[in-house]
């Protein structure tokens, strides 16, 4: 049951190139940037992921980004990366953008042994219409268009058919865990990592704060220890290194 490894390095040595991760964090909060590092130590490439967002251009996915290390985004908002939008606008990169409250759902219900569901989400829209941009070619020309999708009317409104999201990893950050991998997330960076934990099937933890079996009051679990398979115990250096998209103060009176 004891599910801690040694360090971040081996606890990403068996991801392989090609692998879809599930990443958590919104913006560059919660995210499991130690995880992060360790792939991009690994020389990981052509991986597929699944997050919020892409970081930003010297933090978090924007890491592995900037390497060329990431061939394919499933995403919400992209606009704090600048890179992001070049390798996306010149044909780099694919990128299926995927409305926030659906791609939550999407990573719950693979979670959850869901296989789809239907949303109101997107209906009338090229969401459910098919020929949203997913890759450029150098010219600017659409090589890759999203689908049509399934579409059913509900009580007189038209309703979405998504599907679930699987990851082959899930990766996440908490502030504290246990042992056996259950896990407690702090205010908002609880954001998507139970999602990102719940949809991988090898989910990696790196956690803030680890303590004994049986110390987390089951009462304050966020993400149970069942969908977690590595709990990787942070340094306080590591812990305490959280960077912040934008930071705006008042002048000092």
């Known amino acids: 049951m004891d599910k801690v490894v040694t360090s971040a390095a081996e606890a990403v040595a068996d991801i392989p190139d090609g692998a879809t991760l599930a990443v958590g964090g919104f913006g560059l909060c919660g995210i499991p940037s130690v995880l992060i590092q360790a792939l991009l130590d690994a ?15 010297d933090w978090g996915l924007g890491l592995l980004l ?31 953008l995927t409305p926030q409250g659906t791609l939550a759902e999407r990573m ?51 309703y979405v ?28 960076a609880r954001n998507f990592n139970p999602l990102a934990a719940m949809c991988g099937r090898v989910t990696i933890a790196e956690v803030e704060h680890l303590v004994e079996a049986g110390e987390i009051d089951a009462n ?15 340094t306080s250096e590591q812990a305490t290194e959280k960077r912040i998209e934008k930071r705006t103060v008042r002048e000092k009176t």
Not at 118 to 139: C, I, K, N
Not at 147 to 152: D, F, I, L, N
Not at 220 to 234: A, D, I
């Open 220 to 234: 304050e679990v966020h993400t149970p220890g069942v969908f977690v398979q590595r709990v990787v115990e942070l």
């Open 108 to 158: 719950r219900a693979g979670g959850s042994g869901i296989p789809a569901f239907f949303t109101a989400t997107g209906g009338g829209t090229q969401v459910a219409e098919g020929g949203l941009p997913w890759r450029y070619d150098d010219s600017g020309n659409v090589v890759i268009a999203s689908p049509p999708k399934e579409t059913r009317d509900f009580d007189g409104r038209e």
């Open 66 to 96: 900037g390497e060329r290390r990431i061939r394919r985004m499933v995403s919400s908002y992209v606009g704090e990366n600048k890179e992001f939008a070049r390798q996306y606008l010149s044909g780099e990169l694919e990128v299926e």
């Open 161 to 188: 058919l998504e599907e679930a999201i699987v990851a082959d990893f899930g990766l996440v950050r908490a502030w504290k865990g246990d042992r056996h991998g259950n896990l407690v997330y702090r205010d908002s």
């Open 43 to 57: 020389g990981t490439t052509d991986l597929e992921a699944v997050s919020n967002n892409c970081g930003v251009d």
